[in-house]
């Protein structure tokens, strides 16, 4: 049973465009984190949201923790096409076990 | 600095026979984690180790063994692949698994092993 959605699962995105990925559950989850992962490589941390509501930002991305903890978003402003990977979404469950999202791949054409 | 070292980075094995993935962190992290990869699945968790020592189950165990003799290896064997066990094969670690340090639940995360079953 996949407790995370992520959507789109495919992007294809000119350059200089804004975009939005959302994480969707209906599990509540203690935290909540994002990955980004490149052909070859495995994921790497972004960022990590713990409390409802909470918004981070990163440069260009800006992470926000859904009020009741069960779902999230990644807002990319002005994509350029070193943000091409995979994102994954990534929840904590209670017994500090992750359970990662579904992906979202993002390809940023120049 | 290594982090985490993954092998084989490839390999291609007959249905019916056995095989180990080897794990490697040189972080002296506490806690190491086996997740396999498929397409529209995400990754998912097949076995953990708290601690050296103690391991226990994940999302998708069936089929798969682990130990966890000292911190740095973490092994997964697979004691008769069968084709529905080909996937990418991520190992992570992190430092500790704690409620109060998000700090430390960051996982770091191998280069991964691609395994064919056929």
């Known amino acids: 049973t996949q407790l995370l959605e992520q959507s789109p699962q495919f992007l294809s995105i000119q350059e200089g465009e804004n975009l939005t990925v959302y994480c969707n559950s209906s599990?509540?989850?203690?935290?909540l984190q994002w990955y980004r992962q490149e052909p070859g490589e495995g994921p790497v941390l972004l960022v990590t949201v713990v409390t409802g509501g909470e918004v981070k930002k990163l440069k260009r991305l800006t992470f926000q923790f859904g009020d009741a903890r069960k779902d999230s978003s990644l807002h990319i402003t002005a994509a350029q096409p070193g943000d091409t990977g995979l994102y994954l979404c990534?929840?904590?469950?209670?017994?500090?076990?992750?359970?990662f999202g579904t992906g979202t791949r993002l390809k940023v054409l120049a | 600095i290594a982090g985490i070292t993954q092998a084989p980075t490839s390999q291609i094995l007959a249905a019916g026979r056995r095989m180990t993935l080897r794990c490697t962190q040189d972080m002296r992290h506490n806690a190491m984690y086996w997740y396999r990869q498929d397409l529209g699945l995400g990754l998912r968790l097949i076995h953990y180790s708290n601690t050296a020592g103690t391991t226990g189950k994940g999302e998708v165990p069936d089929g798969y063994s682990v130990s966890r003799a000292n911190t740095d290896d973490f092994p997964l064997t697979l004691a008769s692949a069968v084709p529905s066990q080909t996937s990418v094969y991520f190992c992570?670690?992190?430092?500790?698994?704690?409620?109060?340090?998000?700090?430390?639940?960051?996982?770091?995360f191998g280069a991964g092993t691609r395994l064919s079953v056929l």
């Open positions: 990534a929840g904590a469950r209670p017994t500090y076990k992750y359970i």
């Open positions: 992570a670690s992190s430092e500790r698994r704690s409620r109060l340090d998000l700090a430390k639940n960051i996982q770091y």
């Open positions: 599990s509540v989850f203690s935290s």
